[in-house]
C-alpha cells in the first residue's frame, strides 16, 4: 500500500522510478542534459536519472556549411527516435535548434529559463565588431550572424566555421580567423566567459529565435513525465520563445535561415523585433511589433506577416533554392 501523503501517491499509480535523458555528446548538450539531470534529481531524489549519449547527423557531417546539408532538425532526429521507441524518456535541446513541428507522437514539455540571449564576439587580438580592421575574417557558419555583420561592417569577409564551441575556439587560436561570433550561452555555460571580448548588442546582432534557452521534449502521451517536468517551465522564457518561433514558424525558416527574431517582454508587453536578411548583409528587412503576452503567439504571426509583406519571401526563396 502506499502512503497516502508521498509524491508517489500523488502521481498515481504509474510511478517511474527512471528517467533516461537522450542527449548529444557535445560538451554543451551534457551540460545542458546535466543540469536537467541535476535539477530533476533534487525534485525527485527517489527517482534515478541517467543519459543516454548519441550521434546526430549534425555532429557527423562537418565539412559542408549547415545551410548546405539543409533538412531542419539536423541535431534532434537521432534523439527523437529514442524516444519515439522507448530507449529515453526525455531530450533536452537547444531552443534555437529544435525544428517548429514535432513529429507525431512527441511534444515540447517545457521550456527553461534562458541564458543571455546575445552573440558573443571573440578575437585574441580585438575587442569589438568595431574594431575590427578593414578586411578582417570573421569565422560564422550561421547566415544570421554573417548577414547582420555584413550590414554592420561591409568591408569584412567572413569565412565558414563549424564545429562544436571547442573546435571552433581552436580553429580561432590557430589563426584561422581574426574573430568568430559565437552564442554567449554556450560559453557562458562551459565556463569560458572570459573569451568573451564584446556581447554584441541586439542593434547590431538580433538574436536567433530560442537563443539561450533550452527546451525540453518527451512523448505527448506520456503524462507522467509531462508532470514530473512541470516545475521546470520558466513562464517569462517560454512567452517569448513563443513568439520567436511563431516568427520562423510564419516564416517557414530552420535555424539555418538567416531568420533573428528576438522577444522582451515587460510587465505584460511583449517587444518582438525580426529581420530578414541576403546573407551577402546587401539587403535587409526589418520590422517590430509590440502587443499583451497573452497573444505572444499571433504577434509572432503579424510580425512575420509583415516581413513577407515587405519582401522576406524572395529572400528566402532565393536561399533555399
Ligand atoms: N547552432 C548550435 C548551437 N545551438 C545552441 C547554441 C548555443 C546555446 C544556446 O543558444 O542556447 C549553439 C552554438 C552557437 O550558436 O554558438
Given at each position: 500500500m502506499k502512503n497516502a501523503f508521498s509524491s508517489d501517491a500523488l502521481l498515481g499509480d504509474?510511478?517511474?522510478?527512471k528517467i533516461v535523458i537522450a542527449t548529444r555528446e557535445s560538451q554543451l548538450a551534457l551540460w545542458q542534459a546535466n543540469t536537467v539531470k541535476a535539477q530533476l534529481e533534487s525534485l525527485y531524489p527517489n527517482i534515478k536519472i541517467e543519459l543516454l549519449g548519441m550521434t546526430t547527423k549534425g555532429d557527423q557531417i562537418?565539412?559542408?556549411p549547415l545551410s548546405k546539408i539543409g533538412g531542419k532538425g539536423l541535431f534532434v532526429k537521432e534523439l527523437e527516435s529514442a524516444l519515439l521507441d522507448g530507449r529515453a524518456d526525455i531530450a533536452v535541446h537547444s531552443m534555437k535548434d529544435v525544428p517548429m513541428a514535432f513529429p507525431e507522437g512527441l511534444g515540447l514539455a517545457v521550456i527553461c529559463e534562458r541564458e543571455d540571449p546575445s552573440d558573443a564576439f571573440v578575437s585574441?587580438?580585438?575587442?569589438?565588431a568595431d574594431e575590427l580592421p578593414i578586411g578582417s575574417v570573421v569565422g560564422t557558419s550561421s547566415l544570421r550572424r554573417s548577414c547582420q555583420l555584413r550590414m554592420h561592417r561591409p568591408d569584412i569577409v567572413v569565412k565558414d566555421l563549424r564545429g562544436n564551441v571547442n573546435t571552433r575556439l581552436r580553429k580561432l587560436d590557430n589563426g584561422e580567423y581574426d574573430a568568430i561570433i559565437l552564442a554567449t550561452a554556450g560559453l557562458i555555460r562551459l565556463e569560458?566567459?572570459?573569451?568573451?571580448?564584446q556581447r554584441i548588442p541586439d542593434t547590431i546582432s538580433l538574436p536567433a529565435g530560442g537563443q539561450g534557452a533550452m527546451g525540453i521534449e518527451c512523448r505527448s502521451d506520456d503524462l507522467e513525465t509531462l508532470k514530473l517536468l512541470?516545475?521546470?517551465?520558466h513562464e517569462e522564457t517560454a512567452i517569448r520563445v513563443t513568439a520567436e518561433r511563431a516568427v520562423n514558424e510564419h516564416l517557414n525558416g530552420?535555424?539555418?535561415?538567416p531568420i533573428a527574431c528576438f522577444a522582451t517582454l515587460t510587465d505584460d508587453q511583449l517587444w518582438v523585433r525580426g529581420l530578414v536578411g541576403s546573407p551577402d548583409g546587401k539587403n535587409m528587412i526589418t520590422s517590430e511589433i509590440r502587443g499583451n503576452k497573452h497573444d505572444a503567439k499571433s504577434l509572432g504571426i503579424q510580425l512575420a506577416d509583415d516581413l513577407l509583406a515587405q519582401g522576406a519571401d524572395r529572400i528566402l526563396a532565393a536561399i533555399y533554392d
Amino acid at each position: 500500500m502506499k502512503n497516502a501523503f508521498s509524491s508517489d501517491a500523488l502521481l498515481g499509480d504509474n510511478v517511474k522510478d527512471k528517467i533516461v535523458i537522450a542527449t548529444r555528446e557535445s560538451q554543451l548538450a551534457l551540460w545542458q542534459a546535466n543540469t536537467v539531470k541535476a535539477q530533476l534529481e533534487s525534485l525527485y531524489p527517489n527517482i534515478k536519472i541517467e543519459l543516454l549519449g548519441m550521434t546526430t547527423k549534425g555532429d557527423q557531417i562537418l565539412d559542408s556549411p549547415l545551410s548546405k546539408i539543409g533538412g531542419k532538425g539536423l541535431f534532434v532526429k537521432e534523439l527523437e527516435s529514442a524516444l519515439l521507441d522507448g530507449r529515453a524518456d526525455i531530450a533536452v535541446h537547444s531552443m534555437k535548434d529544435v525544428p517548429m513541428a514535432f513529429p507525431e507522437g512527441l511534444g515540447l514539455a517545457v521550456i527553461c529559463e534562458r541564458e543571455d540571449p546575445s552573440d558573443a564576439f571573440v578575437s585574441n587580438q580585438f575587442s569589438s565588431a568595431d574594431e575590427l580592421p578593414i578586411g578582417s575574417v570573421v569565422g560564422t557558419s550561421s547566415l544570421r550572424r554573417s548577414c547582420q555583420l555584413r550590414m554592420h561592417r561591409p568591408d569584412i569577409v567572413v569565412k565558414d566555421l563549424r564545429g562544436n564551441v571547442n573546435t571552433r575556439l581552436r580553429k580561432l587560436d590557430n589563426g584561422e580567423y581574426d574573430a568568430i561570433i559565437l552564442a554567449t550561452a554556450g560559453l557562458i555555460r562551459l565556463e569560458m566567459q572570459d573569451r568573451i571580448q564584446q556581447r554584441i548588442p541586439d542593434t547590431i546582432s538580433l538574436p536567433a529565435g530560442g537563443q539561450g534557452a533550452m527546451g525540453i521534449e518527451c512523448r505527448s502521451d506520456d503524462l507522467e513525465t509531462l508532470k514530473l517536468l512541470a516545475p521546470l517551465q520558466h513562464e517569462e522564457t517560454a512567452i517569448r520563445v513563443t513568439a520567436e518561433r511563431a516568427v520562423n514558424e510564419h516564416l517557414n525558416g530552420g535555424c539555418q535561415a538567416p531568420i533573428a527574431c528576438f522577444a522582451t517582454l515587460t510587465d505584460d508587453q511583449l517587444w518582438v523585433r525580426g529581420l530578414v536578411g541576403s546573407p551577402d548583409g546587401k539587403n535587409m528587412i526589418t520590422s517590430e511589433i509590440r502587443g499583451n503576452k497573452h497573444d505572444a503567439k499571433s504577434l509572432g504571426i503579424q510580425l512575420a506577416d509583415d516581413l513577407l509583406a515587405q519582401g522576406a519571401d524572395r529572400i528566402l526563396a532565393a536561399i533555399y533554392d
